[in-house]
């Protein structure tokens, strides 16, 4: 079975700070996706990056990083210099396919951005 | 270029009753997935519909059926509410079974009392 674990249910930090949401998911596929969305107030899922099982090199996409590693199942997100945009609930996802049908959703973790 | 809509986006019901909800794909999306995501908790899939066919299934009752039209669009039955129902139920689209990204409308909330 899949599972996806987001240990923290909420953190706050002071603007420009720097924060790291951990993920750490279970499979038995060889073959799986992981995903990050943003969940702001309004309800609609955002989405901000897929990666797969074979590829994990780091990603880095303006304030935003990613941290991919096999050997501790792990899918970390980086936001640095936190914004009080950044204010929301963050959720990491897994996929046995190559789409996004049938994500295996973390439990979300949120995140406040004070001024 | 429209989003993924869904109507309505607040709802409430009495328990027994029966619901329908409505979701649009975005423009040019052929497959639509149905999620359940109580307060606190992250999105739990329900059911995929692809080509008008239920293509995959979540761990839900059958008092959750969903039904496709020829214009991509979807409705998400639920028969026979039960207080534990009220989520907020959000809609993905994408175009083909394995595509890479997947759009969310903003969800109806379902309030069962």
């Known amino acids: 079975a899949q599972k996806v674990t987001q240990a923290q249910t909420e953190i706050s930090v002071v603007e420009k700070e720097d924060v790291t949401l951990d993920c750490v998911y279970e499979t038995r596929d060889t073959t799986y996706y992981l995903f990050w969305y943003k969940q702001p107030p309004s309800g609609e899922l955002v989405f901000l990056i897929r990666r797969n099982s074979f590829d994990e090199q780091n990603e880095i996409s303006g304030r935003y990083s990613w941290n991919f590693q096999k050997s501790t199942s792990s899918f970390n997100f980086t936001i640095t210099a936190s914004q009080v945009v950044d204010s929301a609930v963050y959720f990491c996802a897994l996929s046995a396919q190559g789409g996004s049908e049938k994500l295996v959703f973390g439990k979300g973790t949120k995140l406040t951005v004070n001024p | 270029d429209a989003g993924v809509t869904q109507s309505p986006t607040h709802l409430i019901k009495t328990r027994g009753q029966q619901v329908t909800l409505r979701c649009s794909p975005k423009?040019?999306?052929?497959?639509v997935s149905w999620y359940q995501q109580a307060l606190g908790q992250g999105p739990q899939f329900i059911f995929q519909?692809?080509?008008?066919?239920?293509?995959q299934r979540g761990n839900f009752p059958d008092r959750f059926s969903g039904h496709q039209f020829p214009n991509y669009s979807s409705e998400l039955n639920v028969n026979a509410l039960l207080l534990g129902d009220s989520a907020l139920y959000l809609c993905?689209?994408?175009?083909?079974?394995?595509?890479?990204?997947?759009?969310f409308g903003q969800g109806t909330r379902l309030t069962v009392v």
């Open positions: 993905a689209s994408s175009l083909g079974e394995w595509s890479t990204e997947a759009f």
């Open positions: 423009s040019g999306h052929d497959t």
């Open positions: 519909y692809y080509e008008e066919e239920e293509r």
